[in-house]
C-alpha cells in the first residue's frame, strides 16, 4: 500500500507538471483543425488511460504485483475524485496542486482493495458505501456553492426581483450581474424548448437595471442594454411610466417599477394601455 501509494504521488506530480507547463494550446488547437473544445476533451479521455498505463509500468517496476489492478482501481478511483470535486463545486488552482496527495490516497485505496490477499468483498462493499456518501455529500456542497453564488449576485447587483407574469410563459436563466448592477432573465412561450437554437428570438429578454442619470423620457429613454453597451433614444408613452421604443426589429417597452428601469425586449408586438397596466 505505501508503494501504491507513492507511486499514486509521482503520477499525480506529473500530472501538475503537464499542465503548468508553458503550452502554446491555441497555436495546436488551430494547426489541427478540430478547435480548442474537441482537444480539451481528448486530453480528459487520454489522461486517465495514459495515468493507468504509466502507473502500471512504475508499479511492476518497485514490485507490486499484479500491478494492472492497482493501476486500474486507481486510475478510476483518480477520476471519481475528479467528478466528485466539480459536483462539490470544488474548482480553482488549489484543486490541482491537491492531486499528489489526492493520487496517492487513491492508489493506496486500490491496493487495500484490488490485490490478492490483502483485498476482500468486504472492503469493496466500504469502497462502495463510502463512494456512495461522497457523492451525496458532494451534491449537497454543490447546491450550498451555487446557492451562495447566486446571493452574492444579488448582494452585489442591488435591484429588486420583479418577474414579469405572462400567461403562456415561463421564465428561464435568472442571473444577477454584479459589474452592471442589473438582474435579467428570459421568459419563453411554453411551446418553445428551453434548449431551441432561437429561443432568444423567440422569447423576451428582461433586465432589471438601476435608473441611469440620463433616462429622462420622452426624449431619452437611456437604459443598460447589456454588460457595456447603452441604449439611448427618444420612447413613446404608453402607460403611466411606461414607454415603448422601436427597434430595427421589433419594440423594446421600458417600465420604471420600484425606482429601477425594468427592459423587455425581444418578440414583442404593440400593447394595449391595458395590457401594460395589469
Same mark, same amino acid.
Given at each position: 500500500?505505501?508503494?501504491?501509494?507513492?507511486?499514486?504521488?509521482?503520477?499525480?506530480?506529473?500530472?501538475?507538471?503537464?499542465?503548468?507547463?508553458?503550452?502554446?494550446?491555441?497555436?495546436?488547437?488551430?494547426?489541427?483543425?478540430?478547435?480548442?473544445?474537441?482537444?480539451?476533451?481528448?486530453?480528459?479521455?487520454?489522461?486517465?488511460?495514459?495515468?493507468?498505463?504509466?502507473?502500471?509500468?512504475?508499479?511492476?517496476?518497485?514490485?507490486? $504485483?499484479?500491478?494492472?489492478?492497482? /493501476? !486500474? *482501481?486507481?486510475? @478510476? #478511483?483518480?477520476? =471519481? +475524485?475528479? &467528478? %466528485?470535486?466539480?459536483?462539490?463545486?470544488?474548482?480553482?488552482?488549489?484543486?490541482?496542486?491537491?492531486?499528489?496527495?489526492?493520487?496517492?490516497?487513491?492508489?493506496?485505496?486500490?491496493?487495500?482493495?484490488?490485490?490478492?490477499?490483502?483485498?476482500?468483498? $468486504?472492503?469493496?462493499?466500504?469502497? /462502495? !458505501? *463510502?463512494?456512495? @456518501? #461522497?457523492?451525496? =455529500? +458532494?451534491? &449537497? %456542497?454543490?447546491?450550498?456553492?451555487?446557492?451562495?453564488?447566486?446571493?452574492?449576485?444579488?448582494?452585489?447587483?442591488?435591484?429588486?426581483?420583479?418577474?414579469?407574469?405572462?400567461?403562456?410563459?415561463?421564465?428561464?436563466?435568472?442571473?444577477?450581474?454584479?459589474?452592471?448592477?442589473?438582474?435579467?432573465?428570459?421568459?419563453?412561450?411554453?411551446?418553445?424548448?428551453?434548449?431551441?437554437?432561437?429561443?432568444?428570438?423567440?422569447?423576451?429578454?428582461?433586465?432589471?437595471?438601476?435608473?441611469?442619470?440620463?433616462?429622462?423620457?420622452?426624449?431619452?429613454?437611456?437604459?443598460?442594454?447589456?454588460?457595456?453597451?447603452?441604449?439611448?433614444?427618444?420612447?413613446?408613452?404608453?402607460?403611466?411610466?411606461?414607454?415603448?421604443?422601436?427597434?430595427?426589429?421589433?419594440?423594446?417597452?421600458?417600465?420604471?417599477?420600484?425606482?429601477?428601469?425594468?427592459?423587455?425586449?425581444?418578440?414583442?408586438?404593440?400593447?394595449?394601455?391595458?395590457?401594460?397596466?395589469?
Amino acid at each position: 500500500m505505501i508503494r501504491s501509494a507513492g507511486v499514486g504521488a509521482l503520477l499525480g506530480g506529473l500530472l501538475v507538471l503537464v499542465v503548468v507547463l508553458p503550452w502554446d494550446l491555441d497555436d495546436f488547437c488551430r494547426s489541427e483543425g478540430w478547435g480548442c473544445l474537441w482537444v480539451f476533451f481528448m486530453l480528459m479521455a487520454a489522461v486517465p488511460v495514459v495515468a493507468a498505463l504509466v502507473g502500471w509500468v512504475v508499479l511492476r517496476l518497485v514490485g507490486v $504485483r499484479p500491478a494492472w489492478r492497482v /493501476a !486500474g *482501481v486507481g486510475a @478510476l #478511483l483518480g477520476v =471519481l +475524485a475528479a &467528478v %466528485l470535486s466539480a459536483r462539490a463545486g470544488s474548482w480553482g488552482p488549489w484543486v490541482l496542486f491537491a492531486a499528489p496527495p489526492v493520487l496517492a490516497a487513491a492508489y493506496a485505496v486500490a491496493a487495500a482493495v484490488a490485490l490478492p490477499g490483502v483485498g476482500s468483498l $468486504r472492503r469493496w462493499g466500504v469502497l /462502495a !458505501g *463510502v463512494l456512495v @456518501l #461522497l457523492w451525496a =455529500l +458532494a451534491g &449537497v %456542497l454543490g447546491e450550498r456553492q451555487v446557492s451562495g453564488y447566486r446571493e452574492r449576485q444579488l448582494a452585489f447587483a442591488q435591484v429588486p426581483l420583479l418577474a414579469t407574469e405572462l400567461d403562456g410563459y415561463r421564465l428561464y436563466f435568472a442571473e444577477a450581474d454584479q459589474y452592471s448592477g442589473t438582474f435579467g432573465y428570459l421568459i419563453l412561450p411554453s411551446s418553445v424548448p428551453v434548449g431551441a437554437a432561437d429561443r432568444e428570438r423567440l422569447g423576451i429578454r428582461v433586465t432589471v437595471a438601476p435608473q441611469l442619470p440620463g433616462f429622462a423620457p420622452p426624449n431619452a429613454c437611456e437604459v443598460v442594454s447589456g454588460s457595456t453597451q447603452r441604449d439611448s433614444g427618444p420612447c413613446e408613452q404608453v402607460a403611466p411610466d411606461t414607454w415603448r421604443a422601436t427597434t430595427y426589429d421589433s419594440f423594446r417597452y421600458v417600465a420604471r417599477r420600484q425606482g429601477v428601469i425594468v427592459v423587455l425586449a425581444g418578440s414583442l408586438t404593440v400593447r394595449k394601455t391595458g395590457f401594460l397596466t395589469t
